[in-house]
């Protein structure tokens, strides 16, 4: 290591900056909120600092600068632009003992300022020794990704109990077992799902469980006479004990003490295995881009993934890599599983003990059928959590460059699908004339001359722009745009692919300027070999992993329908 890391206390400590503008204002920010007392330096000290720096804590002292300014400073940073001057202010830094940074100027540095991911009380600071500040804070970027903001409030709770917890498991090994359980299990997942005081709760399940099997285990303690094979009574002995231990625990957190035997940690962590849960993830349009932190955290822990059809291939490769990854996609006319069906493969794969992850493409509450899921999973008893998603016409409008509103052009917007439940069309019609609202129709592209029709009859205004947007945010995204009375022809002559959305209203036509995305490469070529659902040519290749997933779903489908001797007409396959 060129430098070895170290966390400074800075609650309330004198920090004196030389400088008053924006390299002074970035370092103040930073150490202000560590608490510092800091103490602005220069001649001219700017508004920002002015105004970041306003708690009588802080002093700014409008003056040139004097090394009598450095006493009682727990460290100073020059932040000029004089090189003399920051010369001057590290040698008498040095002379005083002072910890001193020189900013960008590395060999002038007793410390450098890291790349910080801050998780109060977690924190990680990230250093490239001042080779590559870039570098590092691209590395800063990729833990923000991973790190939820949960974590912090973890690391709070722990700090909560930690006195009582040192005070009731009397073994470094035994607490060590207990916190590990914690930060992986349960207590965890409360946490980052939001639930706080649930959190806290478990914890505290948790812990008095693991003192009750202390306890219990003590009670219980085997004579040394007992390793004998031929003394039964022995054996009788321990298998009393440790039945004693598997039932106090049977419904809790497995007992984090080096006192129990691995048996008893298998059966115990059998027990606890009963219970799993379903997370319903929005996959967003298509671009791995647009996930979010928590669905790539979700993701990253599931047991197993049931994706659909419009989750693409580069989405599903961010999963888990030993996660179980069932198709159950719908198409139009071609359900690989039946709603019902998958509701009943989310319900048993919890009640196995597995984190279950359902991934949608774009937003589960949006078409996508989440409410109905969740619905089934409740009545169940199941847990739950579920994560929105961009969803596909969001993507689609920014990707396109189509506001969805505009001041000038549309002040509301409708979501609407093309088709009702059980496959009857929408012909509300008569809802989507406001020339002030842009409509986007779902599963509307294969209905597009009834859509049209039935508007233009309505009495829409058969010149009103309309676009169709294909395969939104992927790199063989088309756009093509029209109105009304041209669109189902110019749909003929250019057969843009599902999935696609169409968008109506005035804003389409901000397109042709505002269009942002593959505006110089509007041809992609051979569209069928960048992603898994482009065009609709599908090779035997690529049709060849969903069939087998498909068969893999069905398969568990008719596996529930042999174990279950009523409601089986919820698993109708079609």
């Not at 709070?156 to 992986?184: D, H, M, N, Y």
């Not at 199941?382 to 920014?398: D, H, K, M, R």
């Not at 070529?525 to 068969?551: C, F, H, S, V, Y």
Request: net charge negative.
């Amino acid at each position: 290591m060129n430098t070895f890391p170290l966390f400074f206390k800075l609650e309330n400590r004198k920090v004196l900056i030389v400088g008053g503008g924006d390299v002074a204002l970035r370092k103040a920010d930073l150490l202000s909120r560590a608490g510092a007392a800091i103490t602005i330096l220069a001649p001219d000290i700017s508004t920002e600092i002015q105004a970041l720096l306003s708690d009588d804590k802080h002093k700014l002292i409008y003056k040139n600068y004097n090394k009598s300014y450095m006493t009682g400073a727990r460290v100073i940073i020059a932040a000029t632009d004089d090189e003399t001057l920051n010369h001057q202010i590290h040698a008498d830094a040095t002379a005083l003992n002072i910890p001193v940074n020189v900013v960008d100027t590395p060999h002038l540095c007793d410390f450098i300022f890291p790349a910080i991911v801050d998780r109060n009380p977690i924190v990680i600071g990230i250093s490239s020794n001042g080779k590559a500040p870039v570098l590092a804070r691209l590395l800063r970027a990729r833990l923000e990704t991973l790190i939820p903001q949960g974590y912090g409030k973890l690391a709070k709770l722990a700090g909560e109990f930690r006195s009582e917890v040192k005070r009731k498991i009397p073994t470094l090994t035994g607490r060590r077992q207990f916190w590990e359980r914690a930060f992986e299990g349960q207590v965890s997942q409360l946490m980052f799902a939001g639930n706080e005081r649930e959190a806290t709760a478990q914890l505290k399940a948790d812990l008095d469980s693991t003192v009750a099997a202390l306890e219990d285990s003590a009670n219980h303690s085997v004579d040394p006479d007992a390793h004998n094979p031929s003394n039964s009574p022995a054996t009788t002995t321990s298998q009393h004990s440790q039945s004693h231990i598997t039932e106090s625990l049977s419904a809790s957190t497995p007992v984090a003490t080096d006192k129990l035997t691995t048996t008893q940690h298998n059966n115990i962590n059998q027990a606890q295995a009963a219970v799993g849960e379903v997370y319903i993830v929005g996959a967003g349009p298509g671009d791995p881009e647009l996930l979010t932190f928590k669905a790539l955290r979700l993701m990253q822990q599931a047991d197993i993934v049931y994706y659909d059809a419009l989750v693409s291939p580069q989405v599903l490769d961010l999963c888990r890599r030993d996660a179980d990854k069932v198709f159950v996609g719908k198409k139009r006319s071609n359900h690989a599983v039946a709603q019902l069906g998958i509701n009943e493969l989310l319900i048993n794969s919890a009640k196995q003990g597995r984190r279950v992850v359902r991934l949608k493409g774009g937003d589960p509450f949006i078409f996508g059928r989440g409410g109905e899921e969740i619905e089934s999973l409740r009545a169940h008893g199941v847990p739950y959590q579920v994560v929105p998603g961009i969803t596909a016409a969001n993507a689609a409008a920014s990707y396109a460059g189509i506001p969805l509103t505009h001041r000038d052009h549309s002040q509301s917007v409708r979501f609407v699908t093309g088709f009702l439940k059980a496959g009857a069309p929408n012909e509300k019609f008569e809802n989507l004339l406001d020339t002030n609202e842009t409509v986007v129709f779902y599963m509307g592209l294969h209905s597009l001359a009834r859509l049209t029709t039935g508007l233009i009859n309505a009495g829409r205004s058969p010149e009103t722009p309309i676009a169709i947007v294909s395969n939104a945010s992927m790199p063989n995204q088309q756009v093509l745009t029209g109105t009304l009375e041209s669109i189902v022809a110019l749909q003929e002559q250019n057969q843009l692919p599902t999935p696609a959305l169409l968008i109506m209203g005035d804003v389409v036509a901000l397109h042709d300027d505002l269009a942002w995305y593959n505006k110089h490469n509007k041809d992609t070529g051979d569209t069928e070999t960048n992603w898994l659902r482009a065009g609709t040519a599908i090779t035997d290749q690529d049709t060849k992993k969903p069939i087998d997933q498909q068969a893999h779903a069905l398969s568990m489908i008719a596996n529930l329908a042999a174990q279950q001797e009523e409601g089986l007409e919820q698993l109708v396959i079609g």
